[in-house]
């Protein structure tokens, strides 16, 4: 069974940084394709960004140019680099791994605000 873990989250004020982190109990190279959601309060969950094994990356609009996603095999760990953040940015982010079957991570807060 695999478990992915995330960290990284906080709270941070408008402009600021953060580098969330998802680590998986086992090797990475399983996964097709890896992501980070987010979900606000009262709102559905939406796709952030992904990353496939060959590294290629897809992101929504309003992050691309401020969000990188990142995968080291090596350490079998997911990141996301988060820039220029925003109080829109603040939800619950959570870490995406899909093979034949799909998992989740527990959710790391992030929270943009002065």
């Known amino acids: 069974q695999v478990q992915l873990v995330e960290s990284g989250g906080g709270l941070v004020q408008p402009g600021g940084s953060l580098r969330l982190s998802c680590a998986s109990s086992?090797?990475?190279?399983?996964?097709?394709?890896m992501g980070w959601y987010r979900q606000a309060p009262g709102k559905q969950r939406e796709l952030v960004a992904t990353?496939?094994?060959?590294?290629?990356?897809n992101y929504r609009d309003s992050v691309k140019g401020r969000f990188t996603i990142s995968r080291d095999n090596a350490k079998n760990t997911m990141y996301l680099q988060m820039t220029s953040l925003k109080p829109e940015d603040t939800a619950v982010y959570y870490c995406n791994a899909r093979d034949l079957n799909t998992y989740w991570g527990q959710g790391t807060q992030v929270t943009v605000s002065s």
């Open positions: 086992g090797s990475i190279f399983r996964f097709s394709t």
């Open positions: 990353i496939t094994t060959s590294g290629r990356t």
